[in-house]
């Protein structure tokens, strides 16, 4: 579902990425982690050109990612994204916000639009708060909004960065959970975070990252029971 080949991107004379190549088969679950500023935000926005590459070759579900003709609006709504923040439009009732991108990218009718949200949010177990604002909403809550509103496109690929690092402690595991239950369902995920409990849960693959390099890519339970660098020996010691 997603390729990447002998990716390498690079900020001026920095290189962020440094031939990185891996495949996430459908359905498959990949963390990535890794120390902070080893290049896996950039890696997983360069999924859905969120970032671009200067070499290499990015494929989702068949269409090629770093080809000038794609159209990345057609592209971008196959693929979802999560981030640290938020980012639901804070003058929006969440309603509105799931239904937004709906009816302007996928041309659904508003009637359409809506069912499938509130689908969704009764999902995620919002569907109370349909017509609250974000910001009357827990940061719990918004994460939940804005993976709901991410699969109101019925992306083929989930892809989410840090989700839970900005929560309180007690709302990171209502959208771990969410995240689990996406993940039990078979969708394809790539999984950017440092909660370890979720990574052994549901990841069928780690990969860590340290300064740009994917140096493993490695399945789970050999990742947490023998891994191969010492980075990653080194990394999992002050984590765990
Ligand atoms: P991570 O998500 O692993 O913390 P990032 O992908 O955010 O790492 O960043 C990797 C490296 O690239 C860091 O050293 C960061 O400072 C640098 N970087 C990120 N974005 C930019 C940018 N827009 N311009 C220059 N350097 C950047
Ligand atoms: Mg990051």
New binding site residues.
Partial sequence: MISLKNVSKW??Q?Q?LKDCTTQVGKGEVVVVC??????????IKTVNALEPVQQGTIMVDGVNVTSKATDLAKLRSKVGMVFQHFELFPHLSIIENLTLAQIKVLNRSKEEANEKALGLLDRVGLLAHADKFPGQLSGGQQQRVAIARALCMDPVVMLFDEPTSALDPEMVNEVLDVMVELAYEGMTMMV?THEMGFARKVAHRILF?DEGTIIEDTPKEQFFTDPQSDRAKDFLAKII
């Fill in positions: 900020y001026g920095f962020v890794g120390p902070s500023g080893s290049g896996k935000s950039t890696l950017v990252m």
